[in-house]
């Protein structure tokens, strides 16, 4: 069984910051670097599968590709966040796409307490399975690309690490 999260960032989540965000949810967990330096894992056990997988941040650079592909999709916002899960429109900005896959039922919880956290710290948006935590913010239905407006809004509290950056440039991964 997995599940799957990709967040869409508008700020640059450092792999620094990236690493940070997922030690602190990982708790007791163990978290690795794989071989290719490509994916961050936690697993229950210093030498055991990982339960968690989270790839390293990609810039899209066309905006309306993250609209395009998640259309449809159940998504987070936040309420301190940017407006609006990323648009078809031409205009769109670039952001950036993190992908968090749980590929154990012990791993769900964890996958989607970073997912939540990752959206949070870096001005993005969460599509993946709604949110079974108390306390989390409010999901919305990404609108298909034939739909248009805003999709509404959520509730629920969010934070921004003080160190997270607020710039949004940075090399492709």
Do not use: K, N
Request: aromatic share 4%.
């Amino acid at each position: 069984m997995s599940a799957d999260w990709v967040i869409a960032c508008r700020t640059h989540p450092q792999p620094d910051h990236l690493a940070a965000a997922v030690g602190a949810v990982a708790g007791e967990r163990y978290v690795r670097q794989d071989a290719e330096g490509l994916l961050l894992e936690v697993a229950a056990t210093v030498t055991g599968p990982a339960d968690v997988m989270v790839e390293l941040p990609r810039l899209i650079r066309v905006g309306a590709e993250a609209g395009r592909v998640l259309a449809g999709a159940t998504v987070t916002e936040f309420p301190d966040g940017p407006a609006g899960f990323p648009s078809l429109s031409p205009d769109a900005e670039p952001v950036w796409w993190v992908e968090v896959h749980a590929v154990s039922p012990d791993g769900q919880p964890v996958a989607e307490r970073l997912a939540l956290t990752i959206g949070g710290a870096f001005a993005g948006h969460v599509a993946g399975p709604p949110p079974g935590l108390v306390g989390t913010p409010g999901s919305v239905l990404a609108r298909p690309p034939s739909a248009s407006g805003p999709a509404d809004g959520p509730s629920g509290p969010s934070s921004l690490p003080a160190d997270a950056p607020t710039d949004t440039a940075g090399g492709d991964r």
